[in-house]
């Protein structure tokens, strides 16, 4: 039996949320808080909780911006998330061959 290399994963994308909100990114340039609260069905805390760790970790860019009055956050993927997210979608793909 071939030795499976979990070590390769990265363990800040092993939520579900956090491979949604990578996934969104990787094929959008910016997404707004509400569209990625919509797309996931998440609460304000939750989407926030996880948006925070993602940002600690250099993945993720916040842009806050007014749109008329109010105040509008978005998010991008930075190119160390991009790099570091096509790893762990790749360690994932060589563990299910």
């Known amino acids: 039996m071939k030795e499976l ?11 579900r949320i956090r491979l949604g909100i990578m996934s969104a990114l990787m094929v959008n340039e910016w997404v707004n808080f509400n569209e990625m609260k919509e797309l996931l069905s998440l609460t304000d805390g939750n989407l926030a909780s996880h948006i925070n760790a993602l940002e600690k970790n250099n993945y993720i860019e916040i842009r806050k911006a007014f749109v008329g009055k109010k105040t509008e956050t978005s998010y991008r993927i930075t190119p160390i998330g991009r790099s570091e997210f096509k790893l762990h979608i790749k360690a994932l793909a060589d563990l299910i061959r």
Do not use: T
Request: proline share 0%.
């Open 5 to 15: 290399n979990i070590h390769r994963l990265n363990k800040e994308f092993e939520s």
